[in-house]
């Protein structure tokens, strides 16, 4: 096989998709330097900035056999980091309308009430995403926030290293962090 550097994006994008797990080394070495910088340049945060680029080659490795770029794969991949830009930028500002609209109701003194439902909306979410993780993280993770035992007291409980009872609470914090948005995520360590 022919070094892969040499090798053109559509030859890469061909081997990605019979599973070459050299190909996509490649595509990433190649492109997220790059990509790593228009995501900095409009979030200035570097850790969401190498967030996005991990969920977005994690994405792309996912759906390898079904990715269709109809352009090159330079722009497909600035697009992506572009859209995905768009949508945190999205979700920061309804996080913000909804922290305006609770400090509203803090200052008018209606919040009680209200603050009440969205509390137990909120911990109804929360638990339905705790619930759709993968069943031996799910465990690992209440095991930790809810029972509140160490990693070693989990590992020893389960016959597991402390390590694989690390990575998993972390795993499951990214998953839900993800999944819940990062102002219900703040939430959530609060509360958890």
Same mark, same amino acid.
């Given at each position: 096989?022919?070094?892969?550097?040499?090798?053109?994006?559509?030859?890469?994008?061909?081997?990605? +998709?019979?599973?070459? !797990? =050299?190909?996509? @080394?490649?595509?990433? %070495?190649?492109? *997220?330097?790059?990509?790593?910088? !228009?995501?900095?340049?409009?979030? +200035?945060?570097?850790?969401?900035?190498?967030?996005?680029?991990?969920?977005?080659?994690?994405?792309?490795?996912?759906? +390898?056999?079904?990715?269709?770029?109809?352009? /090159?794969?330079?722009?497909?991949?600035?697009? =992506?980091?572009?859209?995905?830009?768009?949508?945190?930028? #999205? +979700?920061?500002?309804?996080?913000?309308?909804?922290?305006? *609209?609770?400090?509203? #109701?803090?200052?008018?003194?209606?919040?009680?009430?209200? !603050?009440?439902?969205?509390?137990?909306?909120?911990?109804?979410?929360?638990?339905?995403?705790?619930?759709?993780?993968?069943?031996?993280?799910?465990?690992?993770?209440?095991?930790?926030?809810?029972?509140? $035992?160490? !990693?070693?007291?989990? =590992?020893?409980?389960?016959?597991?290293?402390?390590? /694989?009872?690390?990575?998993?609470? %972390? %795993?499951?914090?990214?998953?839900?962090?993800?999944? $819940?948005?990062?102002? @219900?995520?703040?939430?959530?360590? $609060?509360?958890?």
């Amino acid at each position: 096989m022919a070094v892969l550097s040499s090798l053109s994006d559509q030859e890469l994008l061909s081997l990605l +998709r019979e599973d070459n !797990h =050299a190909a996509y @080394t490649e595509i990433y %070495n190649r492109y *997220s330097g790059v990509l790593y910088l !228009h995501a900095y340049n409009r979030l +200035r945060d570097r850790e969401e900035s190498k967030d996005l680029l991990q969920e977005l080659f994690t994405t792309i490795w996912n759906n +390898r056999k079904d990715l269709d770029i109809r352009s /090159t794969l330079s722009g497909y991949l600035y697009r =992506a980091v572009m859209n995905r830009v768009f949508k945190y930028f #999205s +979700r920061k500002q309804t996080e913000e309308k909804y922290i305006g *609209s609770i400090q509203e #109701s803090v200052n008018s003194g209606d919040c009680i009430t209200d !603050h009440l439902v969205r509390q137990n909306q909120l911990a109804g979410i929360i638990e339905k995403e705790i619930d759709a993780l993968p069943p031996k993280m799910r465990e690992i993770f209440v095991m930790s926030r809810k029972e509140r $035992l160490s !990693h070693k007291e989990i =590992a020893e409980q389960l016959g597991l290293a402390e390590s /694989t009872v690390k990575k998993q609470v %972390n %795993n499951a914090l990214k998953i839900l962090r993800g999944k $819940l948005g990062l102002f @219900t995520y703040l939430l959530f360590l $609060l509360f958890y």
